[in-house]
């Protein structure tokens, strides 16, 4: 099983629509928890941490639930701009190294 | 504080010749890692080095491949004998210890082998 599971996509929404990505982790030891994004032929970037309270940066949100073991992105007013893919990322385990997942294609249309 | 740096962005080898692939991580930043990824697909863990240790390796293939991070001087990727197979985007990353400490990534290195 993978440490990281994500829903490939590729999400088509609107401009404006609210989208959300989940993402589960296997690894319950894990300490900390990010949302990155990429875009095409670029390297990732750090969009937010995630915490336990949950927590917002402008349109973002970002929310844990260690007892189920999963982390979720909310995008509200989706713009063009956002169109990327997001990747989940949890830092822990063995080394306490980052594990990936595979990424969130997300495509948002005028 | 500059971002982490790599060098070259583009690297062109043919088949048989030997990539060398370099990373200075941010300043203050002791971790390293280094990630591959083929196009249309996710990133693949390679290894993750800390100043003159190899942590963890387990994604390195077992031959080719080795990766370096000197007490002096950038982290270095290094491929022998390239095949076409090895042809990606190599991109690293680096991080502060700390448990809550998360990774800044470099802007890759794009390898083709002919």
């Known amino acids: 099983r993978k440490e990281v599971e994500q829903d490939p996509g590729p999400f088509n929404v609107p401009e404006g629509a609210t989208v959300a990505f989940n993402c589960t982790y296997s690894?319950?030891?894990?300490?900390?928890f990010f949302w990155y994004r990429q875009d095409c032929r670029k390297e990732p970037k750090l969009l937010m941490s995630v915490y336990s309270s949950g927590n917002e940066d402008g349109r973002f949100t970002a929310q844990l639930n260690r007892a189920s073991q999963y982390i979720s992105l909310l995008i509200r007013d989706s713009k063009l701009s956002d169109s990327a893919t997001y990747l989940c990322v949890l830092k822990g385990g063995n080394f306490n190294k980052f594990y990936f997942g595979s990424g969130t294609k997300l495509n948002v249309k005028p | 504080n500059a971002g982490v740096m790599q060098n070259p962005r583009h690297l062109v080898r043919r088949r048989g010749q030997e990539a060398r692939l370099r990373c200075s991580p941010m300043k203050g930043h002791s971790h390293v890692y280094w990630y591959r990824q083929l196009p249309e697909e996710g990133l693949k863990f390679m290894v993750y080095l800390q100043k003159e240790n190899i942590i963890d390796e387990s994604g390195m293939p077992k031959e080719r491949f080795s990766a370096e991070f000197p007490k002096e001087g950038p982290s270095i990727l290094r491929i022998q004998q390239v095949v076409r197979g090895d042809s990606a985007a190599y991109f690293c990353?680096?991080?502060?210890?700390?448990?809550?400490?998360?990774?800044?990534f470099g802007p890759g290195t794009r390898l083709l082998v002919l």
């Open positions: 690894n319950s030891a894990s300490q900390s």
């Open positions: 990353a680096s991080s502060p210890p700390g448990l809550g400490e998360t990774q800044y």
